[in-house]
């Protein structure tokens, strides 16, 4: 077994690896895909890049993280924000490339502008495919985050390889069972979070 403190710093560790990865991988997906849904150019790039992106193995992401930038917390960062950031873009665009043109046009009529109608009408009926995004993102981080371990980022994923190097199955569950855990509750807080918008939208 696997004393409580440092099951609870492991914990502390995992989820710090994964709100700091999301965090940081929302702040880089949202211009990226509002420059797509504008620039047909930018949007072929990006698409690009991260269909490209989506085909890397984790695990042969976190290998590769190791002679570009090294060992540690950064670079497990680093390997969780390349690795979770596709789906955050992906959907991101497509809620909002997708809004019916009946309504931009509307808005336009309006006097508002391209900003505008961003944010008061492509972006509440893109709610529902960006955080379809962001829990899939959020889930595939926390995954990482586990694999991350090899590089000396610390988290649960320590606490599993140690027990699976050891053949102690009760030390490999103590890292694994809380790491679904985290991984469920992350859904449903993204649901409650998503339910919430849409209620304040008005759908």
């Known amino acids: 077994m696997v004393a409580v403190f440092t099951l ?5 560790q995992q989820l710090s690896l994964v709100f700091i990865s999301l965090t940081i991988g929302i ?5 990226l895909a ?21 085909s890397i193995p984790s695990f042969a992401l976190v290998a590769i993280i190791v002679p570009l930038v090294g060992i540690g917390f950064l670079p497990a ?35 508002l502008t391209d900003l505008q109608i ?16 962001l829990k899939f993102s959020a889930i595939i ?5 586990v694999l991350t371990a090899i590089i000396g980022s ?8 140690e027990g699976l190097a050891s053949f102690n199955i009760n030390k490999t ?16 807080i993204f649901s409650l979070a998503e339910k919430k918008l849409k209620s304040k939208a008005g759908y």
């Not at 509002?34 to 269909?51: A, E, M, Q």
């Not at 569950?173 to 449903?188: V, Y």
Request: hydrophobic share 55%; aromatic share 8%; glycine share 10%.
């Open 34 to 54: 509002i420059l797509s849904v504008f620039y047909k150019r930018i949007s072929y790039f990006v698409l690009t890049t991260i269909n490209m992106a989506q």
């Open 77 to 111: 960062i680093a390997a969780i924000v390349l690795g979770s950031i596709v789906p955050i873009v992906k959907n991101m665009y497509i809620g909002l490339a997708k809004t019916d043109t009946a309504l931009i046009d509307t808005g336009k009529g309006m006097g």
């Open 118 to 133: 961003m944010r008061h009408i492509r972006l509440p009926l893109a709610y529902p495919a960006i955080f379809a995004g």
């Open 27 to 31: 702040c880089l997906a949202a211009p």
């Open 173 to 188: 569950l103590s890292g694994a069972i809380p790491a679904i855990l985290i991984a469920l509750s992350l859904d449903l």
């Open 154 to 161: 610390g988290g649960l994923g320590r606490i599993i390889f």
């Open 8 to 12: 609870l710093d492991a914990i502390i």
């Open 141 to 145: 981080a926390n995954g990482i985050a």
